[in-house]
């Protein structure tokens, strides 16, 4: 058996060598007419890409307002915000009544992923049993149901 037209056995380092083809010799500028990339070397007559040491800039379109300026920028990120994960209080319906809810618990109960920074409790659905639930905020109206179903609020930084 021949591997690429050589004998398997005096395949050495100093036999190998690249398929035809597989590696392209570089275009020599600059060497006359004949060769196809004299004179001007593919860079044209005069202007901003024929002068030497220009490089392209990163996002320059031609002089064009580049896309970055013209999109609009809105709002503002602060760089030591936590990601908090929401619970609905109708996703609380799950524990049993006096339980206690805790970050732990609902990631036991894969309500919450592990990533989230704490857990922020909204008031979206019912809730029909008190429960201590334990959570770094509440909304306006999550508490008030909690309340009313005879439960308790507690902020904690977890």
């Known amino acids: 058996m021949a591997l690429g037209g050589k004998d398997p056995m005096s395949l050495t380092l100093q036999t190998l060598s690249n398929a035809p083809g597989a590696r392209k010799t570089r275009m020599r500028v600059g060497r006359g007419i004949g060769s196809g990339k004299g004179k001007t070397c593919g860079k044209g007559h005069k202007g901003q890409m024929a002068r030497k040491g220009h490089k392209r800039k990163l996002g320059f379109e031609g002089g064009q307002m ?12 602060s760089r030591g915000r936590q990601a908090l994960a929401v619970v609905n209080v109708g996703d609380l319906r799950g524990f049993e009544p006096g339980g206690e809810v805790t970050r732990a618990a609902l990631r036991a109960r894969r309500i919450v992923s592990g990533a989230a920074g704490g857990v922020k409790i909204l008031g979206g659905g019912d809730i029909d049993r008190a429960l201590m639930v334990r959570a770094r905020a509440f909304s306006a109206s999550a508490r008030a149901k909690i309340v009313a179903a005879g439960g308790v609020c507690e902020v904690v930084r977890d």
Do not use: C, E, Y
């Open 66 to 77: 580049r896309l970055i300026r013209r999109l609009p920028k809105r709002g503002f990120k």
